[in-house]
């Protein structure tokens, strides 16, 4: 069946739904997560497979065929391939992709590639483990390379992105080791822009390293050409004009892309969420576990992404931080 687009009070439509599976994370990310970790959602809380896919299907419905699963740490849910395959069943969906810290990748890649899963982002913030080990507080940077090069070994898993958080301070001596990773492994490098979305609440402007930052530090080595830029894309991408490799950059900080931002989000508890910097959400949970039908649903849906943000204000005096982190909306 199919419904009208889902389109919000700006003209854009939605075609994109990232999808956080669980809040829980194996990581302590020092730019997402304190070291002590946050309260996790009690399991009740958490929408179940059957309630995931009843939503993405009415999505895909309305148009939204591009569907990312992310957490917390999407692998650390019990059974999540079942869910990946779930959802790569159904009709309406285009692209499945999945944002992973690697750390359980060498247990799950193969299960991941057969159900379906046709892209994965893997978050990698220093190729030293040290420094790996400092930014995440976890020493598991061998095991999350061997998980990446688990996954390289199938074909149908290519492009495989690497994410790279950009902090001033830390990233500096990370872009050269970035920069030869992505010319000499078949993965696409991105650095992204720290965002005030952690939950120590430390984010400050001056601790963003820009993107345009580090692509004049890279191309102090390597010259590098822009490719197109895909609608709604988050990524300026370039290839090194050697022609070895990909790299990208996304911007949100310094270089917004929500003119045409084509996403939503949905919390591991069931919120609607029309912005990662949204600073109210809309409950699904309640009504699909009253019996709402997919009418119904739809409705509140539409409702909700007609009010969709503009944009975010993070460059603006008097921008306030959402009250969830970003363990808690996924990337
Ligand atoms: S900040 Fe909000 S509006 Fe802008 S690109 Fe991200 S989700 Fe879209």
Known sequence: MSREPLQDGHGRTIGDVRISVTDR?????????PAEGLPWLDRDDVLTFEEITRLVALLTQMGVGDVRLTGGEPLVRRDFPQLAAMLAALPGVEDLS???????????AEALVAAGVDRFNVSI?????DRFYELTRRDALPRVLAGLEA???????HPIKINAVGIRGFTEQEVLPF???????????????FMPLDADRAWEPGKVLTGAEIRAAIEEH?????????????????RFADGNGRIGFINPVSEPFCADCNRIRLTAEGRLRTCLFSLGETDL?????????DDELERIIRDAVW????KHHVNEPGFIQPARSMSAIGG
């Open 307 to 310: 009010r969709k943000e503009l």
């Open 222 to 238: 390597f010259a590098l050409e822009p490719e197109p830029r895909e609608p709604s894309a988050t990524a300026r991408v370039y």
């Open 179 to 193: 920069a030869r990773f992505a010319r000499e492994h078949p993965y696409e490098v991105r650095f992204i822009e």
């Open 151 to 157: 996954l390289a070994r199938f074909p149908a898993a």
């Open 25 to 33: 994370c194996n990581f302590r990310c020092q730019y997402c997560m």
């Open 125 to 129: 913030d220093s190729l030293q483990q």
């Open 285 to 293: 949970r309640a009504p699909l576990r009253a019996g709402a039908s």
């Open 98 to 108: 999945v944002t992973t810290n690697g750390f359980l990748l060498e247990r799950d």
